[in-house]
């Protein structure tokens, strides 16, 4: 599920220049939240989860600017996983995640 930012969500989004997309918590449970901030000039984005043999599990599309997505987890087993954030044509982000039950 993706929704655009609402005004009492911003306070959510500190030096958003600074950083592409943020995920919490980690580790997770059942639910990650991933709050992106694509640059105007991408048009459209994704968020791509990868097991830890690098096979792509699940893909959320987003749109510029700030933006927040919630990823259901639960469905996956524990470990190491990567989530990263690709603009139109290049990998803008990524990072490490664990799940834990």
Do not use: C
């Amino acid at each position: 599920m993706t929704r655009t930012l609402f005004p009492q969500d911003r306070s959510m989004i500190l030096a958003a220049n600074k950083w592409r997309m943020r995920v919490t918590p980690n580790p997770a449970r059942d639910q990650l939240r991933v709050i992106t901030h694509l640059p105007m000039t991408e048009i459209m984005g994704h968020i791509v989860l990868y097991n830890a043999h690098g096979i792509e599990l699940e893909r959320t599309r987003i749109h510029s600017g700030p933006e927040i997505s919630d990823l259901d987890v639960s469905k996956y087993a524990p470990g190491l996983y990567r989530i990263a954030l690709f603009g139109r044509y290049e990998l803008l982000d990524g990072q490490s995640i664990s799940i834990v039950r």
